[in-house]
């Protein structure tokens, strides 16, 4: 099998580019990998891609970043029977991973040597993008908003600055019209506050959205908060936070979920959404599910983070 580490200098806090690859050549020896060092938005994804272009045999491609390079390399593996995603967690937030299990499990390259397993994992469609792990309508995409002038500060990392730009969120304008189709049917037809179409189990560093959802079994999971006062918002939050919502009875008369294999959202204008963190905006989102479209490598016998973190 062939490697190729694909690396985000700007990743996280500082530059790893060095270590990454001092651990690269104790594992597999110098020269016998390739490496790459990303050089601004969606460079990842078009390297990656031509590179994928030009070999046929396997390859396992190690995205060394976070959620955003993990998802522009993903996004060039999808259907690619010869292709391995692995992941690298060097980033401001490495929430796919969580799926699977700590970060810790993954800064050690040796499981490259054989102690792996392989998961054939689905993957978010979302309008002309894909979605590894989440995909955020309204007021999630707002705090994304407010994170990007935080994340970088001195002494705030990833889950901080997401915590302090949550609390900004709530004094912005909470609610938006959406009408919400599940699989066909209309789910949800009011002001809502944020919804979440979630194939992994976290974002945002610790919010654990989707407490039942699972990689591989071809669902998403939906979740919608309608309009609520910002008092309520604040008083629930953590509850939210802490993947509670679906058994708290307060949390229950604010909260909708179910499952789906697809969903159409649309607003009377257009929206605030994130893919894996990324920032976009949109009158219609359309999220569909690609099956087990996509080979991941992960560390063997891992347990999924599970009950809060």
């Known amino acids: 099998m062939k490697y190729l580490f694909i690396i985000n200098p700007a990743a996280g806090k500082k530059d790893t580019s060095e270590a990454i690859l001092e651990q690269a050549n104790i594992v597999f020896g110098s020269g016998n990998y390739d490496y790459y060092l990303t050089k601004g938005k969606l460079d990842a994804y078009h390297y990656t891609k031509e590179y994928i272009e030009k070999v046929e045999d396997k390859v396992a491609i190690i995205a060394c970043g976070g959620d955003g390079t993990l998802n522009e390399v993903g996004s060039a593996c999808i259907s690619k029977d010869n292709v391995y995603l692995a992941c690298f967690p060097v980033g401001s937030g490495n929430d796919y991973i969580k799926a699977f299990g700590n970060r810790e499990n993954f800064i050690d390259l040796s499981y490259f040597k054989g102690n792996y397993d392989i998961k054939k994992v689905d993957v978010l469609e979302v309008n002309d993008r894909y979605a590894l792990n989440v995909c955020n309508i309204g007021f999630d995409a707002v705090v994304v908003r407010y994170m990007e002038k935080f994340r970088r500060w001195p002494l705030i990392g990833g889950k901080m600055a997401y915590h302090l730009a949550v609390f900004l969120g709530i004094f912005s304008r909470l609610s938006k019209p959406m009408l919400i189709m599940k699989d066909g049917k209309e789910f949800f037809n009011n002001k809502a506050i944020l919804a979440v179409c979630a194939n992994g189990n976290y974002y945002g560093g610790s919010y654990y959205v989707g407490p039942d959802a699972l990689v591989d ?3 998403l999971d939906l979740v919608v908060a309608k309009k609520v006062t910002r008092f309520t918002l604040a ?12 058994k708290d009875k307060a949390c229950q008369k604010i909260f909708s979920f179910d499952t789906a294999k697809e969903v159409v959202i649309e607003g009377k204008k257009d929206l605030w959404y994130t893919v894996d963190g990324e920032l976009l905006k949109a009158n219609k989102i359309k ?9 991941f490598i992960y560390p063997k016998g891992l347990r999924r983070i599970k009950n809060g973190i």
């Open 217 to 219: 079994d071809g669902l």
């Open 235 to 246: 008083r629930l939050i953590k509850r939210y936070q802490k993947g509670i919502f679906k």
């Open 287 to 295: 999220v569909g599910v690609l099956e087990r479209a996509l080979n």
